[in-house]
């Protein structure tokens, strides 16, 4: 288990970013190094300078994040798809005097009474991006990042196994990079806490959205041991133990390591997942991170409740979620009548 930070820690230690350096999730995930064939492979860095731009799949001015569509040539020509996030990342509090002192220029915008503005360049220690690259990326990794107009689908359970089954079946997103973190292939000096029952156990890491440099957007992901467990829609009073542990454990290793109350965090699965092995997000309460949109996210605590008062409530009920319009699923739905 990783050494780690210590309670409240602000700052990661050297080399535990978690985008760009090579053997980490995103390589790991799109399953770089198996007949890539371009420069990077396993351990090396990913040649950022030679990626050329395609295009910009989409921009926050609110996140302050740039989802970007780039290309690598190989060394036999051919050319190879790359997602690069670039992300601005939050103010460090003991950081802030130092920007102020050190800024290497400093120009004055305008002044007006007693306000002014400017534009204060900081030296490259403070300025860092933070770059998350997947790399090769599939068609449905550019699709995820793309700007696109979203349906709402209310799937019931004779959908789910109609429609959403037996697409997610033929079409899901490669979980190797999960399996690389069970496994200790990848990621194995991030893990922040681990109960290795094959049927209750599960594994905590810092999510790759998170850069560990600040509290303020914490974010680990607690990925289950047993590899039956497709998403929310499989759950049983059988998984009680496993969904108690995570909640219990997870809690309490993030209170030891980071100084995170379990008071101030929202533990919650995402319908529909990204990636189809159970996980449960931690996200810190006061940051608004992705995904946290009531036709998204469903607490652990009301997700435990509702199997506590019928196993199959799961089974039953309808789930609600959003497509984005060329999201094949979403097609699915349209063809059966049911959008
Ligand atoms: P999800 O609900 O399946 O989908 O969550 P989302 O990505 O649309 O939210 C998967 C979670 O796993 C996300 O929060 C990702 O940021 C995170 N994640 C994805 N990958 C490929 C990795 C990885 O390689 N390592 C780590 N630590 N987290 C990852």
């Given at each position: 288990?990783?050494?780690?930070?210590?309670?409240?820690?602000?700052?990661?230690?050297?080399?535990?970013?978690?985008?760009?350096?090579?053997?980490?999730?995103?390589?790991?995930?799109?399953?770089?190094?198996?007949?890539?064939?371009?420069?990077?492979?396993?351990?090396?860095p990913?040649?950022?300078?030679?990626?050329?731009?395609?295009?910009?799949?989409?921009?926050?001015?609110?996140?302050k994040?740039?989802?970007?569509?780039?290309?690598?040539?190989?060394?036999?020509?051919?050319?190879?798809?790359?997602?690069?996030?670039?992300?601005?990342t939050?103010?460090?509090?003991?950081?802030?005097?130092?920007?102020?002192?050190?800024?290497?220029?400093?120009?004055?915008?305008?002044?007006?009474?007693?306000?002014?503005?400017?534009?204060?360049?900081?030296?490259?220690?403070l300025?860092?991006?933070?770059?998350?690259?997947?790399?090769?990326?599939?068609?449905?990794?550019?699709?995820?990042?793309?700007?696109?107009?979203?349906?709402?689908?209310?799937?019931?359970?004779?959908?789910y196994?109609?429609?959403?089954?037996?697409?997610?079946?033929?079409?899901?997103?490669?979980?190797?990079?999960?399996?690389?973190?069970?496994?200790?292939?990848?990621?194995?000096d991030?893990?922040?806490?681990e109960?290795?029952?094959?049927?209750?156990?599960?594994?905590?890491?810092?999510?790759?959205?998170?850069?560990q440099?600040?509290?303020?957007?914490?974010?680990?992901?607690?990925?289950?041991?047993?590899?039956?467990?497709?998403?929310?829609?499989?759950?049983?009073?059988?998984?009680?133990?496993?969904?108690?542990?995570?909640?219990?454990?997870?809690?309490?290793?993030?209170?030891?390591?980071?100084?995170?109350?379990?008071?101030?965090?929202?533990?919650?699965?995402?319908?529909?997942?990204?990636?189809?092995?159970?996980?449960?997000?931690?996200?810190?309460?006061?940051?608004?991170?992705?995904?946290?949109?009531?036709?998204?996210?469903?607490?652990?605590?009301?997700?435990?409740?509702?199997?506590?008062?019928?196993?199959?409530?799961?089974?039953?009920?309808?789930?609600?979620?959003?497509?984005?319009?060329?999201?094949p699923?979403?097609?699915?739905?349209?063809?059966?009548?049911?959008?």
């Open positions: 288990m990783a050494e780690g930070p210590e309670p409240k820690r602000r700052r990661a230690e050297a080399g535990d970013g978690d985008g760009v350096a090579a053997g980490n999730g995103a390589e790991a995930e799109a399953g770089a190094g198996a007949g890539a064939g371009a420069e990077p492979g396993p351990g090396a990913f040649p950022l300078s030679s990626v050329r731009l395609r295009r910009l799949l989409r921009d926050s001015a609110r996140e994040a740039a989802f970007v569509h780039g290309q690598v040539t190989g060394p036999s020509g051919e050319d190879t798809d790359a997602v690069l996030i670039l992300e601005k939050p103010f460090q509090e003991e950081k802030i005097e130092e920007l102020l002192r050190k800024h290497t220029k400093l120009e004055l915008q305008m002044a007006n009474d007693i306000y002014s503005t400017y534009r204060l360049y900081p030296p490259p220690e300025s860092e991006i933070k770059t998350t690259v997947v790399y090769p990326a599939t068609e449905k990794h550019l699709q995820k990042y793309l700007r696109q107009e979203v349906h709402l689908i209310r799937e019931s359970w004779e959908d196994k109609n429609i959403t089954l037996p697409f997610i079946q033929s079409q899901s997103f490669s979980i190797q990079w999960v399996y690389n973190i069970l496994e200790k292939k990848a990621e194995a991030r893990i922040i806490h109960n290795q029952d094959p049927s209750n156990g599960f594994v905590l890491v810092p999510d790759f959205k998170w850069n440099n600040q509290l303020y957007d914490l974010y680990l992901i607690a990925l289950v041991q047993r590899r039956d467990v497709k998403s929310l829609r499989d759950l049983t009073a059988e998984h009680l133990p496993l969904l108690k542990n995570i909640l219990q454990e997870g809690k309490e290793a993030i209170v030891k390591r980071f100084g995170v109350p379990g008071s101030q965090l929202r533990i919650y699965l995402h319908y529909q997942p990204s990636y189809y092995h159970l996980h449960v997000h931690f996200t810190a309460l006061g940051y608004d991170a992705p995904g946290t949109s009531v036709e998204r996210a469903h607490l652990l605590a009301d997700v435990i409740d509702n199997l506590v008062l019928d196993s199959s409530y799961y089974q039953k009920r309808a789930l609600t979620f959003a497509l984005r319009a060329d999201e699923l979403l097609k699915k739905f349209q063809e059966a009548g049911r959008v």
